[in-house]
C-alpha cells in the first residue's frame, strides 16, 4: 500500500496547503511553518517536543523514530490512515469495475 504523499522542499514544507490548495508559501523563510490563509501547518514534525520534535515526511502520521502523533495529523491535515486505505482501495475498484451483462469480447 503507498499512501499519498507530498512534495516539500529543503525546509520541509509542502509545496502548498494541505488544507485550503494556498500556493502561496514563503519557501525562502526556513521559519515559515503556517498557511497564512487558513493557519494549516506547512512543515510536518513529531509532537514529542521533549525528547524527539524532528521534522518527519509529509505523508507522517506518526513519527517514525518515537511512535509519537505528527503535527499534520493531529491538527487533521492528514485523515486516519484507515480511512486513507479505505479510499484508495475503493477507487481502484471503482477503476476496474466490470458489468457482468456485457458479452466477452473474444
Not at 37 to 57: A, F, H, Q, R, W
Request: proline residues 5%; aromatic residues 12%.
Amino acid at each position: 500500500m503507498r499512501y499519498t504523499d507530498y512534495d516539500t522542499n529543503e525546509n520541509n514544507q509542502v509545496s502548498r496547503c494541505l488544507t485550503c490548495d494556498n500556493e502561496d508559501i514563503d519557501f525562502d523563510n526556513e521559519a515559515y511553518a503556517f498557511c497564512h490563509i487558513c493557519g494549516s501547518p506547512v512543515i510536518n514534525k513529531c509532537l514529542n517536543e521533549d525528547e524527539c520534535g524532528v521534522n518527519v515526511p509529509a505523508n507522517a502520521r506518526f513519527c517514525p523514530y518515537c511512535g509519537v502523533k505528527t503535527l499534520f495529523f493531529e491538527s487533521g491535515v492528514l485523515s486516519d490512515w484507515k480511512d486513507e486505505q479505505n479510499e484508495i482501495n475503493n477507487n481502484s475498484r471503482n477503476s476496474f469495475n466490470l458489468n457482468t451483462d456485457d458479452p466477452i469480447p473474444f
